[in-house]
């Protein structure tokens, strides 16, 4: 973790009497906000678009929900502008399990960020999959008690999000694709870019920091760590339980699935066998058993063949 | 003679912290998926993480059945945090459909006590017992559950607001706050001496 403090309000009033001694408790510190997506690793986190599916996920065994008014894939089907999902409908999701709820705010739009604060969503997703509301500047994470999960394409990318106040980093992918080959570029790019900072003379770290667009003392703290100082997860065109563990294999901490169960024609057996498979990743005899007879995966999209302005991997800066 | 390595289980949740804590005093550390691993180690940490998630896995690894075994015939220590709690008791109130516990600790639990992630929080600790008295120990407690009561074989090493957070019954420790999120590595020591035994 980053030796940084947050500068989130800490509660005043939140103190309480113990006996003789007065115990000082502080909410949203970085600590609590990064500890949550520590608690998730090793987990799927399953995009869900009602209570129906929130339980279908919870059952499945999903470590969190993503509450959402249309998966990914939907989303470039249909097209508008995509925004922050009806409070109504992440209520009801909130209701239906026990487990964290997520909730999409778009690029930019702090006061969507606000919103799910004060609805008490457990984690927010600036997201690139909504429509992005400011073309050149990121919620300041550092205001909210509630953590931030950003996606990113690289590790500049990720590093710019963390100085903002990212708890945790997903890779971009492209999401409502099905397809993986986006996520596998990204995870490659940041994990590839952590290890050729950790063989670097310190010397040549300032000059990284500006080639990366990163905070030099992220980037100085990667280099003498050799990872993410918040957990990496995957996401964007997860579909099957393989593709969970070549993500996990790639170095993934946990992933999240999208569009791929519940556009998928059985998603119950799928979620949990893709649940099964991000925790037993390196076992291959299991992965071929729980890999059977779960009928087709969602459709998915040959990302070589899109247009340039229909990803949505490029919002975000 | 060389010390049995300590066991982290592995399904999901924040293990990696627990090996960093073992690590850091110097244990060899295993991580658990499967009974094979369990029979290596005469500790097991279950980290904190989804405890619904993990009652199914505990299930389909035959890890639960295995687990249970080795605690009733007192071969194996057991340190359960936050989600290894709920884990571990024999009661949890209002307990979610399908929700699997080991049925091992003389505790009743409460889930996601304190509220959401937004009311997550740290406090400084004193500590009871087990060489760590008086000791303020960071305790960050996350979607924290609750200890609502504790039979007669429970002894409470600290309490927060009234409620016991971290207790223990014979070799099984547990905490509803996370000692692994924190450098202080007095309670996976204290852990380790309880597994050595």
């Known amino acids: 973790m980053a030796s940084r403090k947050s500068t989130a309000k800490t509660t005043g009033n939140a103190k309480v009497a113990e006996k003789k001694t007065e115990l000082r408790t502080e909410t949203g510190t970085l600590r609590v906000k990064v500890g949550l997506a520590e608690m998730l690793k090793g987990g799927v986190i399953m995009d869900v678009t009602n209570a129906e599916q929130a339980r279908i996920a919870e059952d499945a065994g999903a470590v969190a929900v993503m509450a959402l008014e249309r998966v990914p894939a939907d989303i470039r089907k249909e097209g508008g502008v995509a925004r922050m999902a009806d409070p109504e409908k992440i209520m009801e999701i909130m209701d239906a399990v026990t487990i964290p709820v997520m909730a999409k705010c778009r690029i930019g739009h702090f006061a969507e960020a606000q919103i799910l604060e004060a609805m008490g969503v457990d984690y927010v997703d600036e997201s690139e999959v909504l429509t992005p509301a400011d073309e050149h500047f990121h919620v300041d994470k550092f205001q909210f008690k509630v953590p931030f999960v950003c996606g990113a394409r690289d590790l500049g990318e990720a590093l710019r999000r963390i100085g903002e106040g990212a708890c945790m980093i997903r890779t971009k992918g492209e999401a409502g694709s099905g397809n993986i080959v986006e996520a596998v570029r990204h995870m490659r790019a940041v994990q590839s870019a952590i290890k050729r900072l950790t063989v670097l003379p310190e010397e040549e770290l300032m000059t990284e920091a500006k080639a990366l667009g990163a905070p030099f003392d992220l980037v100085r703290w990667v280099a003498r760590n050799g990872k993410l100082p918040v957990p990496n997860f995957a996401a964007g065109g997860i579909a099957t339980p393989a593709d969970a563990s070549l993500m996990m294999q790639l170095g993934a901490e946990a992933v999240f699935v999208g569009s791929g169960i519940f556009k998928s024609e059985d998603p119950a057996p799928r979620a949990k066998a893709i649940v099964e498979a991000t925790t037993h990743y390196k076992n291959f005899k299991k992965l071929a058993q729980l890999s059977r007879g779960l009928g087709d995966a969602m459709a998915g999209l040959d990302i070589s063949k899109m247009d340039e302005k229909d990803l949505l991997q490029t919002r975000g800066w | ?197």
């Open chain 2, 1 to 197: 003679m060389p010390r049995k390595p300590i066991g982290v289980l592995a399904l999901q949740g924040d293990f990696e912290l627990h090996r960093k804590s073992l690590e850091d005093l110097g244990r060899s550390v295993l991580e658990v998926r499967a009974p094979a691993q369990l029979a290596r180690v005469r500790g097991l940490i279950i980290p904190g993480g989804e405890s619904t998630t993990v009652g199914k896995l505990l299930i389909s690894s035959g890890l639960a059945d295995a687990i249970c075994k080795r605690s009733e015939a007192g071969t194996l220590a057991l340190f359960g945090t936050c989600m290894g709690v709920i884990l571990l008791a024999k009661n949890i109130q209002n307990r979610h459909k399908g929700q699997y516990s080991l049925d091992l600790l003389d505790i009743t639990v409460e889930r996601n006590a304190y509220g959401r992630q937004v009311d997550s929080f740290e406090a400084d600790l004193p500590v009871r017992g087990m060489g760590l008295n008086g000791t303020p120990f960071r305790a960050v407690f996350i979607r924290a559950p609750k200890i609502l009561a504790t039979g007669p074989g429970v002894e409470t090493l600290a309490e927060f607001d009234g409620s016991p957070v971290l207790i223990r019954q014979n070799n099984i420790l547990g905490a509803t706050f996370h000692p692994e999120i924190t450098v202080d590595t007095g309670i996976h020591k204290a852990f380790c001496e309880m597994a050595d035994k």
